[in-house]
């Protein structure tokens, strides 16, 4: 009982602070990946993981940011 109430918590704690585009949004494309260049169309945000990242735990936008997860990808 006391390993399971164990897993349970670390598993609770890895999907708090996981980033909800990181690990719903799927694959992240190279036009996710890449910044725009100057003059260049700038990149979508997608705005439910944004929200959802902030709602549920917002240091998860960072790691959304950082890999390119919360944009959207090209069509």
């Given at each position: 009982m006391k390993k399971m109430k164990k897993v349970i918590?670390?598993?609770l704690i890895t999907v708090m602070m996981s980033s909800c585009a990181t690990v719903f949004g799927g694959?992240?494309?190279a036009?996710?990946?890449?910044?725009?260049?100057?003059?260049?169309?700038q990149r979508q945000v997608r705005?439910?993981?944004?929200?959802?990242d902030?709602?549920?735990?917002?240091?998860?936008?960072?790691?959304?940011?950082a890999t390119g997860a919360i944009y959207k990808p090209q069509k």
């Open positions: 918590a670390i598993g694959k992240v494309t036009h996710q990946k890449t910044k725009p260049m100057a003059g260049e169309q705005v439910g993981a944004l929200i959802a902030i709602l549920l735990f917002w240091p998860g936008a960072i790691v959304d940011f």
